[in-house]
């Protein structure tokens, strides 16, 4: 065996005072007296080769529940043998039920570069005994044993996220960055356990800074994984060797702290280095179920914990597409598919725009859009007092682009009212190009890149919508104002810009239409469309702009602009005889069957056979809407005729062909289908 405890009298003894004595400059002076007593002791251990040289020694006391290392030396000609190694695990093998080992060692001696490497950690500093007082670093290794705090995280349910260095570095910096402020928000601590490994300690004994090491070390010491909960982390590092045999040198301390992390049970190593977890991402989760995230990857996974109902994806418009907000797994691509090559724009800026915004989550929500489980659309939306501010808004590139920008500029001013926002403020100066060819379609006005919108509700004449709009510092507000005779195109024209106010007083008219129930669920209405067994196709679900045909002999009168007060017929049939939407009307256009199912075969979804069904000798009627708005309540038919005759049941309301009423029954018949807002 080559560990011995020898007596004072032994030649061997003779031998460690003698190698003692070569390295008094380093291990300080002790008398032999000192030997003695812990040869006596049993506490001087030496290592003596398969030969009988003296490889080295430790000597070492047993104050409290505890292991003081005094001195540790191995001979020059056994060096690089591991023979220091062998004689501190052979310590804790014979007294290993004591909490662990610790010594003191000045930091400019070169036997402070060897501690970490024997699994020690460096605990805090203080002046030394010198002349000049350098510091000395305390020095501890842990046997792993249970305390009070091991207890107490065992019982704690919340999920852990164990940091790595630079993520915690920056977590405690004076000027962290967004993401890293986000992970100091208190919300974050009631649902997860932020923690650091031991070996960060190691990583702050780098920083040549006293006072940088010292804040360090005190900032990291109430996220210390508790004593023992990384047992058998040095397993999960050699199987992460044959995994990756050839894993840069540079990986070496971010893989110690994945290894305690995997031994910890953590559920998230949290760390910025994009190819440290790229590389490692299938071994982490493959030998402990961890989950390699960036801090704002992790802040999504934390939020979702907190908040799942708002992780729920929901279908727009009755579609196959769905809108939800981003989570953790959805994160890290999303920068390659939104990026904005064609104005130049790399995929890293966006992704620090994309990480911020995520991180943000309780001031910025970051929602996606997904067609047939693809990344087709982005939002990030954020309400300032009087704005809606949106840092993001973009499409990915493919089929129906225009469309579903178009739905996101809509739903953006569907989100400012709802949260009594006065205007839209689109901050992203890299909207894709869909979005930015779509602006002006949605009330967006453009400048310098940046957009604004200013969506207002209610109902009166232009010169109060200029007065709502003043107030929200709109452009063209003052011309609204000062218009005190506006035609009814100038006036249609304010409805479109500032959706969905509706002008007064301007003679703009309004024609109920009737349309069947299986048309109403293709074109407009969502909540008929949830009521079916299959989606309607997304395509016509999310357009802003549609068609609706019919006979040119049935919809005499019937001009633009106007507005539409969709009524579904069909006494049996879900939804019918009521009035469930109201459309801006764009154009009427009456000509040859052929011709407008060709026009207009992208924006109806009618078939050629259908068209020309509607026709009376070859010609045919198209309604071109837009903006089109379901009600909150929609109005019974016996209400429409109260309205407009003032009997519920008045035989002299005919909708058969488009009925033209007046500005004070169209304002009735919104108040009953926008309760709330009028």
């Known amino acids: 065996m080559p560990f011995l405890t020898p007596s004072p009298t032994s030649p061997l003894f003779a031998e460690i005072l003698a190698l003692g004595k070569l390295g008094r400059d380093t291990l300080g002076f002790l008398p032999n007296s000192a030997f003695e007593d812990r040869a006596r002791q049993g506490t001087l251990l030496a290592y003596v080769s398969d030969e009988g040289e003296l490889g080295g020694y430790a000597m070492y006391d047993l104050p409290r529940d505890e292991i003081r ?8 000609n056994h060096r690089n043998k591991g023979i220091a190694r062998s004689l501190v695990d052979q310590i804790q093998q014979r007294h290993g039920s004591r909490r662990g080992i610790f010594l003191h060692c000045r930091n400019d001696f070169p036997a402070s570069k060897m501690w970490s490497k024997l699994d020690f950690d460096p605990r805090r500093e203080k002046p030394g005994r010198s002349f000049d007082g350098k510091p000395l670093t305390y020095w501890w290794r842990s046997f792993g044993h249970p305390d009070l705090f091991t207890l107490l995280a065992a019982e704690d349910s919340r999920p852990l996220a164990v940091l790595d260095a630079c993520v915690f570095f920056d977590l405690v910096s004076e000027s962290p960055n967004l993401v890293s402020q986000a992970l100091r928000s208190d919300w974050i601590v009631e649902h997860a356990r932020l923690a650091v490994s031991a ?33 058998g982390w040095d397993e999960f590092r050699e199987k992460l060797k044959v995994r990756h045999p050839d894993a840069p040198a540079s990986d070496d301390d971010d893989l110690i702290h994945l290894s305690r992390a995997l031994a910890a049970g953590a559920d998230w190593m949290v760390t910025a280095d994009n190819k440290f977890a790229r590389r490692y991402r ?78 943000l989550t309780s001031h910025v929500r970051l929602q996606l859009v997904e067609i047939d489980g693809e990344p087709r659309g982005l939002l990030g939306l954020e309400h300032r007092g009087d704005s809606l501010v949106v840092p993001l808004v973009r499409v990915s590139n493919g089929v129906g682009a225009p469309t579903i920008s178009r739905h996101l500029l809509a739903v953006l001013r569907d989100e400012a009212i709802g949260l009594g926002a006065r205007r839209v403020d689109v901050l992203d100066e890299m909207a894709s190009r869909p979005v930015i060819q779509s602006y002006a379609e949605e009330g967006f006005f453009l400048v310098d890149r940046r957009a604004q919108a200013f969506p207002s509700t209610g109902m009166g004449g232009l010169a109060d919508l200029g007065a709502k709009l003043e107030a929200a510092q709109a452009p063209f507000a003052q011309a609204l104002t000062t218009n005190t005779a506006p035609s009814e195109h100038e006036a249609a024209a304010a409805e479109l810009a500032y959706s969905p106010y509706h002008v007064l007083g301007a003679g ?31 395509t016509l679900g999310l357009r802003r702009q549609l068609v609706y045909f019919r006979s040119p002999h049935a919809g005499r009168g019937i001009r633009a602009p106007a507005r539409i007060l969709w009524y579904v017929s069909g006494k049996d049939s879900p ?25 207009f075969e992208r924006l109806a979804v009618y078939t050629r056979q259908q068209v020309e069904s509607c026709a009376d ?62």
């Not at 992780?311 to 939800?324: S, V």
């Not at 939804?575 to 026009?599: I, K, M, N, Q, T």
């Not at 909708?655 to 309760?675: K, N, Y």
């Open 575 to 599: 939804g019918g005889l009521e009035v469930r939407a109201v459309s801006l009307l764009r154009e009427v256009l009456v000509g040859e069957a052929e011709h407008l199912f060709h026009r």
């Open 508 to 538: 703009i008219p309004t024609f109920v239409v009737s349309i069947k129930p299986t048309w109403a669920t293709a074109l407009f209405s969502s909540e008929l469309a949830e009521r079916q067994l299959f989606p309607r196709e997304w």
């Open 617 to 678: 000798d070859g010609q045919a009627m198209a309604l071109v809407f837009s903006h089109t708005r379901e009600f909150a309540t929609p109005v019974s038919l016996d209400s429409l005729r109260r309205i407009i005759t003032g009997d519920p049941k008045s035989r002299t309301v005919s909708l058969v062909s488009p009925t033209l009423i007046d500005e004070h029954m169209f304002a009735d018949v919104m108040r009953q289908g926008f309760p709330d807002e009028y």
């Open 282 to 359: 299938e071994s982490a989760s493959a030998l402990g179920g961890v989950r390699l995230v960036s801090p704002a990857e992790v802040v999504k996974a934390i939020d979702e914990i907190a908040q799942s109902d708002r992780y729920r994806p929901t279908d727009l418009a009755g579609t196959t597409a769905t809108r939800r907000e981003v989570d953790e797994k959805s994160l890290a691509a999303l920068a390659e598919h939104f990026v904005n090559h064609p104005d130049g724009e790399r995929i890293r800026d966006l992704k620090a725009t994309i990480d911020e915004a995520a991180a």
């Open 69 to 76: 290392l005094g001195q540790l030396t191995v001979a020059d």
């Open 199 to 231: 070996h960060l300690l190691q990583e702050i004994h780098k920083n040549p800074d006293p006072r940088e090491r010292a804040r360090e070390r005190q900032a990291a010491q109430p996220l210390e994984l508790p004593s023992g909960s990384d047992l």
